[in-house]
T-cell receptor
């Protein structure tokens, strides 16, 4: 059983607010990922990290930023939330060389 | 660049009937192939994966998928649907590097919502 956690699960916030979505995993995985998923749509990779102090932009452009100071922690930050940021954000992790990714439960974000 | 196409955004079956969810990929080299399931308000759970070797892969909950290189397909099947199988299913691929292992990044299909009728 994979242990990857996301908080909060649901967030409703006003335009212009700064938010941080938390993601933590206890499996010691080096690789971590953030996906954005709109209702009824596929997942789009927005950020990934291959280890501490490593972060890369994904396939879908995003105004969010990420950091990887510790192996187990990969937070995503929006400096100024907008309604266009309304979506579900999924965090995942994997072991190098193995493609299987383990997903957290997701954070549903609603920006008013 | 690789891509994934899932044929049919919605599939509806009766309980006990065969489940067939279609997935085709586009890649210059056969990639790693995955099926994930997503239940409402939850993250994705890995059902099964193909990396190398036997082309018929068995997964959890009675699902299986067959990798067909000539057809660039990886269709998901289950002989008898249960009500609990109702969910959204995603096919995904990950490119192989020169050493044959995965780069790690996944490309997902659009998803197929499976409905199971009593």
């Amino acid at each position: 059983e994979a242990d990857i956690y996301q908080t909060p699960r649901y967030l409703v916030i006003g335009t212009g607010k700064k938010i941080t979505l938390e993601c933590s995993q206890t499996m010691g995985h080096d690789k971590m990922y953030w996906y954005q998923q709109d209702p009824g749509m596929e997942l789009h990779l927005i950020h990934y990290s291959y280890g501490v102090n490593s972060t890369e932009k994904g396939d879908l452009s995003s105004e969010s930023t990420v950091s990887r100071i510790r192996t187990e922690h990969f937070p995503l930050t929006l400096e100024s939330a907008r309604p266009s940021h309304t979506s579900q954000y999924l965090c995942a992790s994997s072991i190098p060389g193995l493609a299987s990714q383990y997903f957290g439960p997701g954070t549903r974000l609603l920006v008013l | 660049a690789q891509s994934v196409t899932q044929l049919g955004s919605h599939v509806s079956v009766s309980e006990g009937a065969l489940v067939l969810l279609r997935c085709n990929y586009s890649s210059s080299v056969p990639p790693y192939l995955f099926w994930y399931v997503q239940y409402p308000n939850q993250g994705l759970q890995l059902l099964l994966k193909y990396t190398t070797g036997a082309t018929l892969v068995k997964g959890i909950n009675g699902f299986e998928a067959e990798f067909k290189k000539s057809e660039t397909s990886f269709h998901l099947t289950k002989p008898s649907a249960h009500m609990s199988d109702a969910a959204e299913y995603f096919c995904a691929v990950s490119a192989r590097n020169a050493g044959g292992t995965s780069y790690g990044k996944l490309t997902f299909g659009q998803g197929t919502i499976l409905t199971v009728h009593p």
